[in-house]
């Protein structure tokens, strides 16, 4: 059974990712943790125990989400939620067992460092993240 410990980080997809991380900054008090190339297009800021990822919407990231945020588009990219410990055949089968078909198990990196995830969609095609709470090491 799966277990929600807290959420680990929101991805918000942006055309003008200084406008955000100037607002997310300054407005809310938020530090940038990590930004990785301009290519990959990821700014990650610390929001507690949390991250928020802004993502440049022309980047490789970017585009993998779809067309840009608009009025009736979407800008959240995905929500993550860490989990309790729990292996990856036993978090496959648990999907499995609840017709959920998952993405790859990797490591990523989230707002506590690197570890195990995968992605999956809820029944609206919203894109869900679960980030297991073994430990992982730095790619």
């Known amino acids: 059974m799966i277990r929600v410990r807290v959420i680990d980080h929101v991805v918000l997809r942006s055309r003008n990712v200084e406008r955000l991380v100037a607002f997310y900054s300054s407005v809310l008090g938020c530090e940038v ?3 990785l190339p301009a290519a990959v297009g990821l700014i990650q800021l610390r929001a507690g125990d949390s991250l928020i990822d802004i993502v440049d919407v022309d980047s490789e990231l970017g585009r993998a989400g779809g067309g840009p945020p608009a009025p009736s588009g979407k800008n959240l990219d995905h929500v993550c939620l860490r989990i309790e410990p729990l292996s990856q055949e036993d978090l496959r089968r648990w999907l499995a067992q609840h017709g959920v078909e998952p993405g790859e198990y990797s490591n990523r990196y989230g707002a506590q460092g690197f570890g195990p995830s995968l992605y999956i969609e809820d029944p609206d095609g919203n ?5 297991n709470d073994l ?5």
Not at 127 to 131: D, F, S
Not at 135 to 139: H, I, L, Q, W, Y
């Open 135 to 139: 430990v992982a090491s730095d790619p």
């Open 127 to 131: 894109v869900v993240e679960l980030r």
């Open 33 to 35: 943790e990590r930004t």
